[in-house]
């Protein structure tokens, strides 16, 4: 694996426990952070969602893939409270959070971005950033009146959001409005801004569409970073080769249910899998790199 | 044609006691739509809780001002929630609706033949309101400038009513920016990025609800202790969409925007009917009837304002470079 020279003790731990586990849908894992049983969303006749029963690692980059449709980001909501399934439960760090408030999700430290993303426009790029962190005295409506009570509290959020601007090489852009950032730039505010709220697991819808490969690659060392810090990775990526690169498990998705889990290596071979992507004739790879992954001759690419 | 008179009266207007109550109501939606991205469109609702608490409180029941204000801003505060609680769950243009039939419902409720006794039906509320506030007016005589006029008692309205609005925009300043005000700026923005980032946005959009509700009813106050007279017929929807023209005018989330606005709008609006009665008295305009000057003038500032908005969308202090920002 291309990124093995470079990995951290949690990554080798996570990769270690991963390693003993059974590569099948609904595997049980040892230290699940999050657990959902038989969660069903359906949109009129369509069943979206259909999920019987998914873990997640804890301290692990687990990667939720599938085609388009598949339902990855109908799962996000339904998880994080967005939108309500139409039955089922799941646990977060053992607490039941079926029927409780998106806000208070994301206090308790489930946090998710957006695949569309949801930049503040009209407040500057630092604004963004001051707006993820919890618990601030100053967000009490009488407290503003006052404000020596959340002075040095503020100037504390400002040089977290500082910092974070500096690993995501938006430090320039503090002081533009939102509004004014590429597409690409968005994407790296809005996952900078989620980690404002210091989550324990941290859930990335397709974070690196549409931003440059040359910040990919530093990109994909700051999720590594997050999972170093003790974070729990889960995140949607259509882009085979950086699953590949930095999950540690891949649980794929296809017509609302989970068709397959395990190690990316394992899991990109798997043929159900490949027919989800490609359907039934299939001459191309899931990766670039592609070795393992061509099912039929004349794959080249 | 008496050019001095039509700016004079243009003048006394512009800073006058209409102008001090459309820019109280106007401060008010510049809090919900302005920063928070509300739309509430019955802000004459409030208006009308607060000049009707007064003529009820002091007038029908013969109590005090002092206590009616008090009782107003209880009134205000429950109309605002029970607009709030069931709309601000639900999508944006809910509450719009809303809060338009519920100023309808309010104006046909104080009109209504069955409360008359209480709330005065079509006639209204007339008599003498807030005799306690005009007792403490210090000055002893009339206001007489070249420009500016005012009796004794307006000048006391109007000097009051700009010093409460100067507390006011001082404290709505401290508000908007602090850590609360960036929340209710990124509620309207992007209501469900601050809810994925942890915050209670119903809580913070109810606020913002209630505290614009309030500063309307304290415009509603004005107006009633100002004119001693309320009326069913004054708190029709145009009071709200002029409140919302002044904001626009004067640029949207500007603190200083809605007093800035008020004032352009009365004096606009002053100036051509006054220039349109003396040009018609002085025979200028003979296919014109005096009474045609109502709406002509509405017409011409209309057209005033949709040049505005064409050559100078973000208002006043508006920013154009942030307003681009919308439009993607
Ligand atoms: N609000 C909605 N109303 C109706 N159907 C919906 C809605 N949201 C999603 N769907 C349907 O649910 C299915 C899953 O959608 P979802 O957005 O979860 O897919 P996805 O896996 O995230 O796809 P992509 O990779 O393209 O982002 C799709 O068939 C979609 O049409
Ligand atoms: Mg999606």
Redesign the pocket.
Known sequence: MAASDRLGPRALEAQAVLGQVENRPGVPKPDPILVADDVV?R??G?A??DVEHVEVQRGSITALI????????????LLTGF?TPDSGDWTFNGRKLAGVAPYKVARLGMVRTF?LTKALSRLTVLDNMRLGATSQRGEKIWASWLPFLWRSQEEEITTRARGLLDRFSMLPKEADFAGSLSGGQRKLLEMARALMVGPELIML??PMAGVNPALTQSLLQHIKGIREEGATVLF?E?DMDMVHDISDWVIV?A??RIIAEGPPGVVMKDPSVIDAYLGAHHTKALTDSGESLTTSPGGEQ | MDLGFVFGQSITQAIGVTAIIYCLAAMGVNMQFGYTGLLNFGQVAFVAVGAYSVGVIVVTLGLTLWLAIPISIFASVVLALVLGIPTLRLRADYLAIVTIAASEIVRQLVRSIALRDVLGGANGINGKMGQEFHDLNPFPADFELPFLTYTRQDLWVVIVGWALIAVLTLLIWLLVRSPWGRVIKGIREDENAVVSLGKNTYVYKMQALILGGLLGTLGGVIWAVAKQSVQPDNFVPDVTFFAYTIVLLGGAARVFGPIIGAIIFWFLLVFVGEFLNQAIQAGWLDFLEPTDIGPIRFILVGIGLMSLMIFRPQGIFGDKKELALDGR
């Open positions: 969303r949109f009129g369509l979206a969602v599938g085609p388009n449709g598949a339902g990855k980001t109908t799962v996000f909501n939108d695949q819808d397709e949607v259509h998705m017509q609302g």
